[in-house]
């Protein structure tokens, strides 16, 4: 089955065409990032804007790039939730227009599960694992039954992993996505010169529940209160201590899940998967097995959204004029979506 996948929930215009689920034919991904660089951060309606002139051409390049016709194309698979509201409208109106005017099917698919199947691209990965989800909107560590069912074991109280990156990274006008700029720096520099806080969040149910907002403040505003003496205060040591805290608080909560449920095989996906910290942290660990995407799948792609959209497709889910975006995550207490 060849599946024809629309991605356009934040700042990546990207098309794919992917066969039964697994090979890539084509995964073109026209980015933004050149747009909001001039102010730090995603601009929603620029965004929408910029994606409401590209989609058709880049529809268009991924459909010629797979050496594929619409006439080929058994299903249309689009993210419909979660991200930003206007960007989601454009890849959904678009996905449900060539729907109705060719006749093939279509079905909305959300964009977290899309990121933890990336991996699924390049391996044969069984289920049951754990999955840890960290982007520039989510962080979810969660127990993963199915392409389409996760069992949440931990979040974010605040602020995404992916988010707190790019807040210090603006705060210190290291530029645009902060993400990457940090883990660059953050090479060059001593993680030993901070000691910034991991919160203990013991309390409730989540015991894997992560929060960014303190360390996030912590670097931003109550620097002098954690640096250790004798080492430089400059923006190399800052982002390797907040690195370490950021990267290393998601880690020790996934180690202890791997330990509570006796799951040791762990799929990572999401912008924040391209760490080089995680990566290591995560390889490093010799009694799990850790997949991680490669680069071009850790960021937002349509390749994830037309591997994951076929196994729907292949059960003949398909979803219909109706269907609307939606900005959030549907229900967020226990399971996932
Ligand atoms: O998945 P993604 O492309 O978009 C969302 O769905 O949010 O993730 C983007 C996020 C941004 O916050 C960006 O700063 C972060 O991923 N990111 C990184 C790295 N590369 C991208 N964060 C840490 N280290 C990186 N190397
Ligand atoms: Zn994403």
Not at 68 to 78: A, K, W
Not at 99 to 110: C, E, K, M, Q, Y
Not at 112 to 117: M, N, Q, R, S, T
Not at 123 to 143: A, M
Request: hydrophobic letters at 40%.
């Amino acid at each position: 089955m060849l599946v024809l996948g629309i991605e356009s929930s934040c700042d990546e215009c990207s098309a794919a065409v992917v066969e039964d689920g697994k090979k890539i034919l084509s995964n073109v991904i026209a980015t933004q990032i050149e747009i909001h660089k001039k102010y730090d951060g995603v601009v929603p309606e620029i965004a929408s804007r910029t994606h409401t002139e590209w989609v058709k051409g880049v529809v268009e390049s991924a459909i010629k790039e797979s050496g594929c016709t619409l006439d080929d194309i058994d299903g249309i698979s689009v993210t419909n939730r979660p991200g930003l509201i206007g960007s989601l409208m454009v890849g959904l109106s678009y996905a449900k227009g060539l729907s109705a005017s060719s006749g093939i099917p279509f079905v909305g698919i959300d964009h977290i599960l899309a990121h933890l199947y990336a991996s699924q691209l390049e391996n044969d990965i069984e289920y049951p694992f754990l999955g840890l989800i960290v982007s520039g909107g989510h962080t979810v560590i969660g127990k993963v039954q199915d392409f389409d069912n996760v069992e949440v074991l931990g979040t974010t109280i605040d602020d995404a992993c992916g988010e707190a990156y790019d807040k210090v990274a603006k705060h210190y006008g290291l530029g645009y996505p902060g993400g990457v700029l940090i883990d660059e720096l953050a090479q060059k520099g001593d993680p030993a010169a901070f000691n910034f806080p991991d919160a203990s969040l013991h309390k409730g149910a989540h015991r894997y529940d992560v929060s960014y907002s303190g360390l996030k403040t912590a670097v931003i505003n109550q620097l002098n209160q954690f640096h250790n003496e004798g080492y430089e205060i400059n923006n190399e040591n800052i982002a390797a201590s907040f690195q370490k805290a950021a990267i290393g608080m998601l880690a020790k909560r996934l180690f202890k899940a791997a330990s509570d449920t006796g799951i040791n095989k762990v799929v990572v996906g999401g912008g924040v998967a391209a760490n080089s910290y995680l990566r290591s942290l995560l390889k490093d660990k010799n009694n799990l097995e850790v997949y991680f995407p490669s680069m071009l799948l850790c960021t937002d792609n349509a390749a994830m959204v037309a591997g994951l959209g076929y196994h729907y497709l292949n059960r003949e889910e398909y979803s219909d004029l109706t269907l609307n975006a939606g900005s959030r995550v549907m229900q967020f207490k226990n399971k996932y979506p």
